[in-house]
């Protein structure tokens, strides 16, 4: 069969040698403009502030040692972190020797309650059904150890009655443990009311200022607290870094042990470049806090009137008066939460639904059910918080993106979930 083919003529053309193909143009790269992100989940974290940023490259240059040495770097160290100290403090019209620096609001909740409690010879603590997640493990904590953790039921608007702390008060009670901003719903208590009946009994006033700090004034002498919960990383400072505000030294016992650090009360070497992004940063946010309040205020009310124009059954979640002015917590119609959440990331638009220290659980938000909604409707709500970054630019692009999103998963959706929420 190979010595027949070979004797077959050629069929096909022959090259001519002195002929030159055109060599082909050169390709062009594909160029894609990048999708301009929108950043609106600042009560899980804010970026880095600009001054943050210029603060901690000067102080990487400057190479600082331990806080706890006593050579000259050791010093030095001291020096920037007792500075980062004041900063905190006069934010919060605290003295400095009352800031207890922490690795973050976690931290701090947790050594505000075990601290506080295990110290004295009370039994009870009472808190609510909305807290976050730091506060609530703490507490199913103590009950495991054989202590009553009493839980306040809130209203529609996720408030805590006054009249209700009252008789949840008695010569039992260690500490109250209450959030002054939702950080799901943004509402704001009555720290005023709650706290006038907490001093009528011999008890604690602990605060979780985390998600309040640099978005409504803070003064422990008004609150009339005796801790305070503060966290760095919701106010433009890096993640990791905390700070306890405690009246006096002896009403907390420590629980982490192993060092002198922070007055005896958290053993290990300080996070020096978080103590400084955080004082840097909340010196800037409450020298700001008038002017930022204001506009994240009048551009979460922008979006929102976008939105409830162009989305049919739209609900928003929370106190509509007594609030942080960054936060919107919706509820979508027709749609599930996660599977908005995720068509939105592919959009650009970064939202959350509800404390990312909850974000990977499944069961929908213990702050909306507790507020009275159905399962269904906190599975389909999502939390848009502004915060330092956020643009009038950016909002509005936010809302025409969210309405574009919203339509193609509502026509997507199963029936059942349709029908769920007619």
Not at 170 to 176: F, N, Q, R
Not at 254 to 279: D, K, W, Y
Not at 305 to 318: H, M, Q, S, T, V
């Amino acid at each position: 069969m190979a010595a027949r083919l070979a004797q077959l003529p050629p069929t096909g053309r022959t090259r001519n040698p002195e002929f030159s193909p055109r060599p082909l143009p050169p390709r062009k790269p594909l160029r894609f403009k990048p999708m301009r992100r929108i950043y609106l989940d600042h009560n899980a974290g804010s970026p880095l502030r600009p001054e943050v940023v210029r603060a901690l490259e000067e102080l990487a240059a400057g190479n600082c040692g331990n806080p706890s040495s006593i050579h000259m770097s050791g010093q030095r160290a001291r020096r920037e972190l007792e500075r980062a100290r004041e900063a905190v403090a006069c934010a919060v019209g605290a003295k400095p020797s009352q800031i207890v620096f922490t690795s973050g609001g976690t931290e701090a909740n947790n050594l505000a309650i075990l601290g506080a409690v295990r110290g004295r010879g009370c039994r009870r603590v009472v808190s609510s059904a909305v807290e976050h997640s730091s506060v609530l493990a703490p507490l199913a904590q103590l009950k495991r150890e054989g202590l009553e953790a009493v839980l306040l039921a809130c209203d529609s608007e996720g408030r805590i009655s006054a009249s209700d702390l009252r008789l949840a008060l008695g010569s039992a009670t260690a500490l109250v443990t209450i959030g002054l901003a939702n950080s799901e719903v943004g509402t704001l208590q009555d720290i005023a009311a709650l706290g006038a009946s907490v001093r009528q009994h011999d008890a604690l006033f602990h605060i979780d200022a985390a998600q309040a700090l640099g978005r409504v004034a803070l003064d422990v002498g008004t609150l009339g607290c005796d801790l305070m919960t503060l966290s760095g990383h919701k106010v433009g400072a890096p993640a990791g870094i905390g700070a306890l505000y405690v009246r006096d030294r002896s009403i907390v016992e420590p629980i982490m042990l192993g060092g002198p650090q922070e007055q005896g009360l958290r053993a290990g070497t300080q996070n020096l470049s978080g103590a400084v992004g955080f004082g840097v940063a909340i010196r800037t946010a409450t020298k700001l806090l008038a002017e930022e309040a204001g506009r994240m205020g009048f551009l979460a009310e922008r979006l929102w009137e976008r939105l409830r124009e162009e989305i049919p059954g739209l609900r928003r979640n929370g106190s509509q008066l007594a609030r942080i002015p960054n936060t919107l917590n919706l509820t979508f119609p027709a749609v599930e939460g996660e599977t908005m959440l995720i068509a939105l990331d592919l959009a650009g638009v970064e939202v959350s639904m509800g404390s990312a220290c909850a974000a990977g659980a499944v069961e929908p938000s213990h702050v909306l059910l507790a507020m009275g909604r159905s399962r269904h409707e906190a599975r389909s709500s999502l939390r848009l918080s502004l915060g330092w970054s956020s643009t009038a630019e950016e909002i509005g692009e936010a809302a025409a993106r969210i309405v574009g999103v919203w339509r193609r998963v509502a026509q997507a959706e199963p029936a059942g979930v349709r029908e769920a929420a007619q």
